[in-house]
């Protein structure tokens, strides 16, 4: 019994792990947990620092204190690492082995894939372990099924890696899809349409041989 209750704490200590199949879900959770223990940490983790707060006498109005100017360097520097361990504590610890593992399926759509590209490099950032833009687009390039290789070949000898962005990469990985799937369409239709004309050939090939054959009698009456 001891035990049991020793362990509902702990869990109840944890923040919820990073699920990259119900992201959305653990948001939330992620979210009200983090505000259940302070508000000022989901603060810091939205806006990668604690904002503090204060009166501008020229406009006002309450104003949020540019990191730079902040004057509470011991505080901020608490919340910014208590924010960071929450963090943390919610990610899985093969966090990185799960963007070095990165795979794209044949059937995933490339928005997909990216969506769940997306949340690992950015889970990486957050924790100060994020790869350079480089990195990335090689990492996603590699990922792709060899249905892309040649499309992958080409990026790599007409791109400089080094300064495509994976927005374009993106970008240019889906405008590919289109005309694949719109060529294959039109090859489509092209076979359809040779099929239907080999099939009305074919008919009226064996409407010829079925015709009876018409046979004189000499204008001859059988009785």
Known sequence: MESK????EQSMQRPPLFESDGFIYWKNIFETYVKSKDIDLWHVITYV???PIQNNPEIKKDEIVPFDKQSDGPKKLAKN????MLIYNALPHLLVQQYEQFTIPE????DNAFARFNTIITSLKVLDEGFSSKNYVRKFLRALHPKWRAKVTAIEESKDLSTLSLDELIGNLKVYKVIIKKDSEMVKGKREQ???LALKAKKNL???KVRLPIVKTNNMLWP
């Open 81 to 84: 690492n208590d924010a960071k």
């Open 5 to 8: 209750k020793y362990l509902e």
């Open 206 to 208: 064996v409407m010829k």
């Open 194 to 196: 040779s099929r239907s």
């Open 49 to 51: 620092y604690f904002p």
């Open 107 to 110: 059937e995933e759509s490339i």
